[in-house]
């Protein structure tokens, strides 16, 4: 089945590199020197597997005392539509819990707003680009 851990070897991390650069780079056009950046070398990596295959990634770091933001939250298209997404987003605010974020933040790409909603989040600034795809920012407030 399928099952989501923090990565703690290079392969793993490897393996989150993968899954985001199919999704981000091939398929949505993202400039692979965007798609990695230097927050990579700080962030929490988590990585969806199925069997040992990688099929999902996201990360998390902390910007502000007390506040994580959420990145790079993608599935293998051939997975959308099995929770994968809510999946990833469960294990990435549990991670929060315990690093005592009081808040989530992120930049949601536009059409995937109404997937943010479901999880409680709420958005908080007008549509803008970046990447050359519209994102809107959202939050939420984090339950200790």
Known sequence: MFHVKITSTEQEREDAFFVRKKVF?????????????????????????TENS?????RIRETHHGIGKVERVCVLPEYRGKNLGKLVMQALEDH?????????????????????????????????MDADIPHRAMEKTIKQ
């Open 25 to 49: 780079v091939e398929e949505q056009g993202v400039p692979l020197t965007l798609e990695l950046d230097e927050f990579d070398n700080t962030a929490d990596h988590f990585v969806v597997y």
């Open 96 to 128: 929060a819990v315990t690093k005592n974020f009081q808040k989530v933040i992120l930049n949601a790409q536009s059409y995937s707003i109404p997937f943010y909603e479901k999880l409680g989040y709420v958005t908080t600034s007008p549509e803008f």
């Open 54 to 58: 990688p099929i999902g990634a996201g």
